[in-house]
């Protein structure tokens, strides 16, 4: 059982940072003027592969989240660290909230950039 929820917890840090790199990245792309042409429509594809990763950063991270929690008791808690890791617990998941608002907000501006497509 301990081998599988190490496994869980690898797939769960995985997905947050496959949904903090698509954020960086996309922050990247979209900071520039997309180009008319060929050069936007290979654009354009790059940013539709970023947002399906982006979707299933997300699943993995609510799906391998739920598991993580409810084990967390069992198989990570330190009993030398106490209550002090409820407190960084906390601290991380605020910082990572923030982090995934921020790629919501570049995850809806490129949805809209590829519904409008490049003429």
């Known amino acids: 059982m301990a081998i599988l929820v190490l496994l869980n917890n690898f797939l769960h840090d995985f997905s947050a940072a496959g949904w ?3 954020t960086v990245i996309l922050w990247s792309m979209l900071r520039k ?7 936007g429509k290979i654009i354009i594809d790059t940013i539709k ?12 991270i609510i799906l391998f989240g739920v598991f993580r929690a409810l084990a967390y ?7 030398a660290a ?8 906390i601290v991380k998941h605020i910082i990572l909230a923030f982090v995934f608002v921020i790629g919501v907000v570049f995850y ?3 949805r809209k950039i590829v519904k409008q497509g490049i003429d």
């Open 33 to 39: 003027e997309i180009p008319a042409g060929d050069a």
């Open 20 to 22: 903090l790199f698509c």
């Open 49 to 60: 592969t970023i947002l399906v990763l982006m979707r299933l950063s997300l699943g993995g």
């Open 82 to 89: 106490g209550e002090g890791q409820v407190t960084l617990l």
């Open 73 to 79: 008791k069992t198989y990570e808690w330190s009993a």
């Open 108 to 110: 809806t501006r490129a």
